[in-house]
């Protein structure tokens, strides 16, 4: 079994920054792609991003390119979010997830295998 357990998310106020780590408990961290996600109040779940397995590529939503960015450590089994420049529109709980297909991470949710629980993002104005 698959677990994803992410923490990091708190209260900022806007312009400020947070980390977000996503410890995964898997054999094999490396085979899979990791992806973030977020969903606000009464919207749907959106991409963040994403990254490949090696962390050679990594993938952005328009609205956070430039101002998040997505590493990952194979060694510890983790994966970040690192979010500069929060604006308060980027409220949300973030969830990061991990798929085993092969390629290029997916932008949809429906690809990802498994999920964490999601940690809340509070940016003040």
């Known amino acids: 079994q698959v677990q994803l357990v992410e923490s990091g998310g708190g209260l900022v106020q806007g312009g400020g920054s947070l980390r977000l780590s996503c410890a995964v408990s898997?054999?094999?961290?490396?085979?899979?792609?990791m992806g973030w996600f977020r969903q606000a109040p009464g919207k749907e779940r959106e991409f963040v991003g994403a990254?490949?397995?090696?962390?050679?590529?990594?993938y952005y939503a328009d609205s956070v390119k430039g101002r998040f960015t997505i590493s990952r450590d194979n060694a510890k089994n983790t994966v970040y979010l690192q979010m500069d420049s929060l604006k308060p529109e980027d409220t949300a709980v973030y969830y990061c997830a991990a798929e085993m297909r092969w390629g290029t991470p997916s932008r949809s949710g429906n690809a990802y295998d498994y999920w964490g629980q999601g940690t809340q993002v509070t940016v003040s104005s």
């Open positions: 898997a054999r094999t961290f490396s085979s899979y792609l």
């Open positions: 990254i490949s397995r090696s962390g050679g590529s990594t």
